[in-house]
């Protein structure tokens, strides 16, 4: 076993080397290619970096949904600890539209809701929210006690809608569901592909359009992508989620092509759109300058417009032109770093893109709950069990309506994916590194520490809780979630912000008075036995 993998392991009990083993690869790239577990329920007591199913169904996915009111269904910390921590930016796109992101609704359940049930307390919660808000959307999330006790939230959901005429999804995606996040992620893509896509009517008025899936626009990423797509030409019909609307979604699948960022939290809904709508999807990746320009020209492609192509090449080479010279600048500060990436379940893959932009290499990286597809690549789906934690997801089949059908023949999608097109599938992260690396899954505080101690990287990227301890050990830690509140990262102008951030971390003057003057230089002068 290679010495930095040994040393994250040999500290362990037996059984826990036996279960955290698989999850830690050291990247060989031998005959067989490199394999890890994920998607496996965290070891207790491990200080696990995981959040829960309730976390990956309202937090990540609806909760964005701005003219949507999102209820937390349950005592109030589940609410509380989610209310605006996520910077999932969002602002009314026309005179009028309603925007409920800055707000958190709660039922706000007491012993006597867990003891007689909650759902008269829902029911009376959804009246009071019509009356003041008057939502054409409403989620129901459900939290930890709700499936315990029994209360129908589907069918509190059925009597909003035959109540109100609106849309309502009762979500049963209580915390502990699943093994993690992605659990909600699923449950989620579910409600939304059964009861908004599809809804509406409205075609786009463009010649191409795109929606922009798993996009969550923390700081103002998807904002950035819009702003690029929108110069080439393309209408954006909808962003899955990020600044998103019930209103936009539900006309989704009238658009051409879906434009995938985190294949994690919304691969199902590409999949599902794909087969009930012949829509095609591709994996982009907007962080990073090669990654956008890359992925830029493979939408092109895939519309085989030579105009289109012309205006890409146009706009690529407008932007590069406004960023080189800062470009230039931070990649001479950064150049030749090293750096660890352990996010959720697409950042560290992503991120990876924009950091080689800079000369900077990632030594380390992981996933919090990742499924092996988003390491090893889709092509290994088949060869992946469900274990009994995620058997309790309901897995949906959808097929095709009529009057839809696919933009491409499979010929034609084959000749478009050996001239480079990324249709309707994911490499993974795994191929992008290098041999010797460490991709760990479902890190832990105390790997965090040995992988720290073993690569030594001049930067971690992580999130809020492991910080301060990083820092803590003289190591700079840049939030990789919330972005330290700084952003856009994504597209052109966010690639130059993501530079300037990633050097004042690096050269802030704080780091040389890490130690007191007087451990480094002597303070006093003098002689010793009063000689001389
Ligand atoms: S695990 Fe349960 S109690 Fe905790 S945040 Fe998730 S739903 Fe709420």
Known sequence: MAKERELLLDQYSTRVFKNRKSHITQLEFAEEPDEITANTRAIPGIIT???????????????PMKDSVVITHGPIGCAFYSWA????KAKSSYEGEPNFVPYSFCTDMRASDIVFGGEKKLEEGIDEIMRLFNPKCIFICSTC???????????????????YGITAIGYSCEGY?????SAGHHIANNGLMRYVIG???????SKYSVNILGEYNIGGDGWEQERIIKKIGYEVVSVF??????????NSHLADLNLVMCHRSINYIAEMMKTKYGVDWIKVNFIGIGATCKSLRMIATYFNDPELTKRTEEVIAEE???ISEDMEYYKSKLKGKTAGIFVGGSRSHHYQMLLRDFGMETTIAGYEFAHRDDYEGREIIPQIKADADSKNIEEISVSREAGYEDRYSEEEMKEMRAAGVELDTYDGMLKDMKKGYMVVDDYNMFETDQLIEAYKPDIFFSGIKDKYAIQH?????RQMHSYDYSGPYAGFRGAVIFGRDVAMSLYTNAWSLVKPPWKTTPMIEGMLGGAG
């Open 177 to 181: 569901k699943g093994v993690s996040q």
């Open 145 to 163: 006690p709700i499936g315990l006790i029994g209360d129908d939230v589907q069918a509190v959901a059925r009597r909003t809608e035959e109540k």
């Open 49 to 63: 970096a995981r959040g829960c199913c309730y976390a990956g169904c309202k937090g990540v996915v609806v909760g």
């Open 85 to 88: 921590t996520r910077r999932n």
């Open 199 to 205: 809804k509406g009517e409205e075609a786009p008025k």
């Open 241 to 250: 989620t990020g600044d998103g609307s019930y209103e936009t979604i539900k």
């Open 473 to 477: 050990g003289g190591v700079v830690s």
């Open 320 to 322: 590069l032109a406004e």
